[in-house]
């Protein structure tokens, strides 16, 4: 196994395991404002964050990540019972 030397392997070998587990899954779709890998990446990161409310977090992933998302919608995908399954 190959060693991560930065911040952005190391966190592509921990998740590693989730992605392919996604490959297989069947209740995947596609959703242009938050595909289900960057939704499966923001549920652990939020897991593992210090942030203390959501809103925070989202703020601070709109800083490290490619995109932001919008508080209300990441908030209306913990809801869905097909985000769930995943």
């Given at each position: 196994?190959?060693?991560?030397?930065?911040?952005?392997?190391?966190?592509?070998?921990?998740?590693?395991?989730?992605?392919?587990?996604?490959?297989?899954?069947?209740?995947?779709?596609e959703c242009p404002e938050l595909d289900d890998w960057q939704w499966i990446r923001m549920g652990v990161n939020r897991s593992i964050n210090d942030e203390r409310?959501?809103?925070?977090?989202?703020?601070?992933?709109?800083?490290?990540?490619?995109?932001?998302?919008?508080?209300?919608?990441?908030?209306?995908?913990?809801?869905?019972?097909?985000?769930?399954?995943?």
């Amino acid at each position: 196994m190959q060693q991560p030397n930065d911040y952005k392997s190391l966190t592509e070998c921990f998740l590693a395991p989730a992605r392919e587990s996604l490959s297989h899954c069947s209740h995947t779709r596609e959703c242009p404002e938050l595909d289900d890998w960057q939704w499966i990446r923001m549920g652990v990161n939020r897991s593992i964050n210090d942030e203390r409310s959501g809103r925070s977090f989202l703020q601070d992933w709109a800083m490290l990540d490619e995109s932001s998302i919008g508080v209300g919608h990441f908030f209306e995908t913990l809801k869905s019972s097909r985000r769930l399954q995943l």
